[in-house]
């Protein structure tokens, strides 16, 4: 390189740079670290080797430019791209070049020389391009262009011609359609059904394993789920960023969780935040892993909510140190797959494993608050989007992920897979603890119609019972139905409200005692069960 300097009197790439961020990155070596606070980003010039030499000091200079406008995550992918475009390989695999382009990749490699460079940069980019058009990925064009515009106003004696700069900046490409509308619309990777949200939170209740790995998992679906953020914004917390901001009175304690920001023009890991309100459930799961982080001593470095249990060498040697004990945006990820694995979850809509991401999560959280009726200003602020742009696609999904029809058939398949009945099925009354205790007894009186009372189970509470019988009562594991009890009747009269209510109210409305349902479908099955087992023995 040190020819190629001398002989077109080009200014030698720098050793360092301070980034937009204010951090200092090295560049002196062949792998370039960018300081990213959320993951491991690098770029490894070894691994572009066969890259001309013309070629690597013009993305060199290009990409030493960019780091003191945008992010070292942007700043990758943009290395990626143009690297990926010129030699036919696939951005996201930067090391692999298709076996189809390699013979093509290495002629250029040779051709681009200081005897005709303008010539073979031509045929190079034009090559990139129907590459690019036949992959049906014309989206990195934007970059790519970007790319050799600079570069011919810059670097215009490495062969970069402004002329072709001028026909590249005249070419139109149409936006290709949007991931998340895509996605959305896709059973795997769209937005959770609500039973499948049910199956959810049921399995947040019942995982009481206090094993640190579980309870971040657990931690990381249910902000997940609270907030609807990007999993970068989750890795940037900290313990310092749950506060209790009536600490000091004597009242009870009320909880916020300040948010990091990112993507944000001009702004840095942790530079600006959003304060959110707690609710209990989340205070507690929050707290629990506060409580199991405290055996990890951080040393110098901040404490972050969701920890590792050793330093990240990695970022010791960039200038992103101080995140030394945050998990990257990779673990997060991880820590809420690993929960569906570990806790089984079954679709009851798919009866296939239930797939959890966090953009599931993302998507749940969003489509959730459009049938809440949220405003679309209030949507993308809760979303952390600087306009309503991308929250319009949200609003076409209204409904589509409610179960619209649930009849008795419907109930009695699903119930087994939902597991929401968590009470004790007895013969009777003589059976049931507070059996004999009248002000104990659970009678059904009907819902929208009354029906003669109907004795159909027991309240086993010690104390005062804050629920509202019955529909409650088969939700409770303190339950106790009767075997003998008519529970069909029950199923078929709340079946029958449903129905009305749908007709009358809307279809958020009437899925409201979908959980009742189900649950009393699974007494259903279970006393048929019951039933057969005994006609059995008999």
Not at 94 to 117: F, I, L, M, N
Not at 426 to 432: D, K, N, R, T
Not at 464 to 470: Q, Y
């Amino acid at each position: 390189m040190a020819v190629l300097l001398q002989r077109f009197r080009l200014p030698q790439l720098p050793d360092c740079i301070v980034d937009r961020d204010g951090r200092k990155m090295d560049l002196s070596g062949s792998v370039w670290k960018f300081n990213v606070a959320t993951g491991h980003v690098a770029v490894d010039w070894s691994n572009h080797a066969a890259c001309n030499i013309n070629l690597n000091y013009a993305v060199r200079r290009w990409a030493t430019l960019l780091l003191t406008r945008l992010s070292g995550v942007t700043v990758a992918n943009g290395i990626a791209t143009v690297i990926g475009a010129l030699y036919g390989r696939p951005r996201n695999d930067p090391d692999v070049v298709s076996s189809e382009d390699e013979g093509t990749c290495q002629g250029h490699a040779a051709t681009v020389g200081p005897s005709s460079p303008r010539d073979a940069l031509l045929i190079l980019m034009r090559s990139a391009i129907q590459r690019l058009r036949v992959r049906k990925k014309m989206d990195d064009f934007y970059v790519l262009r970007s790319w050799y515009i600079w570069c011919s106003e810059t670097l215009g004696c490495l062969g970069f011609d402004e002329e072709f700069a001028l026909e590249l900046d005249d070419i139109r490409v149409p936006a290709r359609p949007s991931r998340m509308a895509v996605e959305l619309e896709d059973d795997e990777c769209g937005p959770l059904w609500d039973t499948e949200v049910t199956i959810l939170r049921r399995a947040l209740l019942e995982d009481d394993s206090m094993l640190r790995l579980h309870v971040m998992q657990r931690a990381a679906v249910v902000l997940s789920l609270a907030y609807g953020r990007n999993p970068s914004n989750f890795c940037l917390l900290r313990e310092e960023d749950l506060r209790n901001i009536l600490e000091g009175f004597n009242v009870p304690e009320q909880w916020t969780l300040a948010v990091p920001r990112i993507k944000k023009t001009g702004i840095s890991a942790r530079q600006a935040f959003i304060e959110e309100g707690v609710s209990d459930e989340l205070a507690d799961h929050l707290h629990a892993l506060i409580s199991v982080n405290k055996s990890i001593d951080c040393g110098v470095c901040p404490r972050p909510l969701f920890m590792r249990s050793e330093v990240d060498h990695w970022r010791q040697s960039t200038g992103v140190g101080e995140y030394g004990y945050h998990i990257t945006v990779e673990q997060f990820r991880a820590l809420i797959k690993q929960f569906a694995v570990r806790m089984n979850l079954v679709s009851p809509r798919t009866e296939r494993a239930l797939r959890i991401t966090p953009r599931r999560l993302r998507y749940t959280f969003a489509t959730t608050m459009v049938e809440l009726g949220v405003s679309r200003k209030v949507l993308a602020s809760m979303l952390d989007h600087s306009d309503t742009q991308h929250v319009q696609v949200y609003y076409s999904l209204k409904g589509k992920r409610l179960t619209k029809i649930l009849d008795r058939a419907a109930a009695l398949k699903i119930a087994p897979l939902m597991k929401l009945f968590r009470g004790t099925l007895v013969p009777s009354a003589e059976s049931a603890v507070n059996g004999s205790n009248p002000e104990k007894s659970v009678r059904f009186v009907g819902d929208i119609s009354a029906v003669p009372p109907v004795e159909i189970g027991a309240c086993g509470q010690d104390r005062l019972c804050a629920l509202d019988p019955p529909f409650s009562c088969y939700r409770c594991p303190k339950f106790q139905p009767y075997v003998e009890a008519d529970h069909q009747a029950v199923l078929n009269e709340l079946l029958a409200s449903r129905e009305y209510r749908q007709t009358k109210y809307g279809l958020r409305v009437s899925i409201q005692l979908d959980d009742v349902i189900y649950a009393i479908a699974q007494v259903v099955r279970e006393v048929d069960e019951y039933v057969g087992r005994k006609g059995h023995q008999t």
